[in-house]
């Protein structure tokens, strides 16, 4: 190995004295880029130290009063009961959409076009009603005798009313994620397992959807996130969630902007959390399908300041 000469400006290459260094490309837009950004956050920081309407001693006083933190919990519950009842529920509904039974595709792709077709406020309010359209709910054989019957308005309380919504409207889109991850995966991968002698649902369970999951984690994610923001929609009927616990405070308090501040801090808080999470589930499955893993936040703040990096000489360009 040699090194690679360098023609001095006369033309002539002189490796015992020319030594020059090759340092990184300078990025002046990304320099004004930075000081455009560091001048409106210092406006935004500005006013919301000056402006004394945001209260924020008020905010302090309830951020971690009793009722916010149990409407915290309340919501976070929400999230997460009503995902776990999304995914399994679109899991199967995407593998109807798949089937070769036109029956039972299109009975999917019914409930898909209902529950994405109509407003996730009205489907609430239409099961928290459901007493008015069904004031009895029996068990029994169909057409024939009843062996239990139930009370609508006991069996159908605001929370029941809140789950059946959320997860209802969420499956429709989230069997729509599980079918797109599913026909993501190469045709080739189903006819090798079945010519091994694989079952259709062994082949689903142990071939299709574990290759799936790197195409159906980022928008599952995001549905979480956003699962997380619409469960503030159940305050309409009175599930003593997060907006709802803030609107209750500020109702008797009348000083809305300052709890609704402390509605959004929290909001804030979960959405981070579960952005963090997301973004290395994401990097956990990116593994084996990339050459190099995705950076890191941390790593691509150094990457964008060149911390960590050296000059290059023209002595260290080897063939």
């Known amino acids: 190995m040699r090194s690679v000469p360098v023609q001095a400006p006369g033309g002539l290459a ?47 006083q309830y951020f971690t009063s009793e009722s916010i933190i149990l409407g915290v919990r309340r919501t976070i519950d929400l999230t997460v009961i009503t995902m776990l009842i999304a995914v399994l529920l679109g899991i199967v509904l995407a593998v109807l959409r798949l089937s070769p039974n036109p029956i039972l595709s299109g009975a999917s792709w019914l409930f898909i076009w209902f529950f994405r077709g109509t407003p996730l406020l009205v489907q609430l309010l239409v099961w928290y009603n459901l007493a008015a359209l069904y004031p009895d ?19 159908i309380t ?4 809140a789950v059946l919504g959320l997860s209802l409207n969420e499956s ?3 069997a729509e994620i599980v079918r797109a991850g599913i026909l993501s995966v190469d045709q080739g ?49 009175a ?21 609704l501040l402390v509605a959004c801090i929290w909001y804030l808080i979960v959405v981070s959390l579960l952005s ?11 593994r084996g399908a990339t050459r190099n893993l995705p950076l890191t936040p941390f790593q691509k703040v150094k990457k964008f300041f060149g911390w960590g990096q050296r000059g290059i000489t023209t002595t260290e360009v080897k063939e």
């Open 172 to 174: 429709a889109y989230m």
């Open 158 to 161: 605001g929370y029941a009313a």
């Open 14 to 60: 002189d490796e015992d004295t020319l030594d020059l260094p090759v340092r990184p490309a300078r990025h002046p837009g990304r320099w004004l880029g930075l000081a455009v950004v560091a001048v409106l956050a210092a406006m935004l920081v500005n006013t919301l130290l000056t402006n004394p309407r945001f209260e924020w001693d008020v905010v302090a």
């Open 137 to 155: 709910l029996s068990l029994g054989i169909p057409f024939g005798p009843e062996f239990v019957q139930l009370e609508v308005n006991v069996l």
């Open 239 to 259: 599930v003593p969630e997060l907006l709802f616990a803030s609107q209750t405070i500020y109702s008797r308090t009348f000083q809305t902007i300052p709890l």
């Open 189 to 237: 991968q189903t006819e090798a397992a079945q010519a091994l002698g694989m079952s259709r649902l062994r082949t689903m369970r142990r071939v299709v959807l574990p290759q799936a999951m790197r195409v159906i984690i980022p928008p599952l994610g995001n549905d979480t996130i956003n699962m997380l923001k619409m469960t503030s929609l159940v305050s309409v009927i």
């Open 276 to 286: 963090v999470g997301q973004y290395y589930i994401e990097r956990r499955f990116a």
